[in-house]
């Protein structure tokens, strides 16, 4: 199944038509997109025989905003692709190297993006999006935990990332826009490989990253289990899990995003587009 979000309303597919959730469901479940991670398993029970005879909506391609528009928590992985901490110049991690992305960075399919210098980067990623939440998750369940997969960027101003004694991960990837999401949320029994996925990102046409999500060193079980660990995951919760080789910072010369289309694809999940502005 597909969840998206149209002009904030709470859509959903399972190959065919869209489906306004609101409506289809009588009221039982709200249009606000976000508000379905807080009744999962009901909406799922549901969607599983309630679909097939509503009316569907017309929708073209660019109408998606984000699907996941006020997560209650935005956790973020750093170098979780071996290659990608090679190219960074760091020992590949021990644990999980773990930062958050402010929620008020979050923004959807389609949107435009100021870039508010000339030194910010690209990271494409899968990102998870909790369902159930709960805390300290065996890694054998994590995968009862997503409700789906989505696609992601993790825009990143290198040199504010580069202020101070350790890193500053946090400030430097939450600028307005510098989190966008989508264009849906892919529940995990659509992807028959969902731990080895194609993962790229290309600007203007031009590919900048291409890896799989096979080579991430903690994989999605891994990862929840440790942020479980420590924190209460929540229904509704975003994993950025971190992205492949191939950013800018990593280049010599360095090569930083400049204004134009930014299309970051993960394989079976979909294509996110932000148009780049300054
Ligand atoms: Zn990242």
Known sequence: MRIASSHGRLVVSRGGGWIDVEKASGGRFAHDPQAVYDCWDEFLAWAADGLDSSETVDLDGTSFDSPVPRPRQIMAIGLNYREHARESQMAEPEYPVVFTKFPSSLTGHGSTVTLPSDGIDWEVELVVVIGKGGHRILPEKAWDHVAGLTVGQDLSWREVQGRGPAP????AKSYPGFSPVGPMVVTPDELAEK??????????GEVL???????????????IAYLSEALTLCPGDLIFTGTPSGVGNGRNPKRFLV?????????????????LVN
């Not at 500053?168 to 400030?171: L, R």
């Not at 930014?262 to 148009?275: I, K, Q, W």
């Open 209 to 223: 990253q291409d890896g799989r999500t096979s080579d991430l060193i903690f994989p999605v079980p891994e990862l």
């Open 259 to 275: 204004p134009g289309d930014l299309v970051s694809t993960v394989e079976g999940v979909g294509d996110l587009t932000v148009h």
């Open 168 to 171: 500053q991960f946090a400030i």
């Open 195 to 204: 731990d080895d996925l194609a993962i790229s990102c290309s600007l203007n």
